[in-house]
């Protein structure tokens, strides 16, 4: 009757012998092979406490595995930042110069009305000759410099 107690208390009991016999028909298949992989479940097998070294050895590897994960986040996250003001600034500047053929648009809209518009009509003509005036008057002077740079020109050859 001593075999049940010591199933019972902790001891070499059945309940042991059954995780040690599963344990080994889990090892029993290759990693490499096709058959059935060992599950998160089987990763900290029950039968070990946690002071084993090996328990350690795999906390760390976590840890490891998540440093490096953060790592590479981390390293990203700049070249991304950089991509994304980018095309912040290429979008900004696309829609500067929509906004300003849009005001160009609206400009040359507004004169057409104006110049077209009854409004306008009758002192169109006016308006015309004012702005050929400074070319008017500006003419022989114009005569004289085209004189003056083309006749060096030829005495140059």
Not at 7 to 34: R, W
Not at 70 to 76: D, W
Not at 106 to 135: A, D, F, Y
């Amino acid at each position: 009757s001593a075999a049940p107690e010591d199933a019972t208390a902790g001891g070499t009991g059945a309940g042991e012998a059954a995780v040690v016999a599963a344990h080994d028909a889990t090892s029993a298949t290759a990693p490499d092979s096709a058959g059935p992989r060992p599950g998160p479940e089987l990763a900290v097998p029950p039968f070990a406490g946690p002071s084993e070294w090996w328990h350690d050895c795999l906390i760390l590897g976590r840890l490891s595995a998540l440093a490096m994960k953060y790592f590479a986040t981390k390293a990203m996250r700049r070249p991304w930042e950089a991509w994304q003001s980018r095309l912040r600034s290429a979008r900004e500047k696309r829609e500067q110069h929509l906004g300003h053929r849009k005001l160009l648009a609206l400009r040359s809209w507004h004169r057409c009305t104006l110049v077209t518009g009854k409004r306008l009509q009758n002192k169109m003509p006016l308006l015309r000759v004012i702005t050929r005036l400074p070319l008017a008057a500006l003419r022989p002077s114009w005569a004289r410099f085209r004189q003056a740079v083309f006749m060096r020109r030829d005495l140059d050859r």
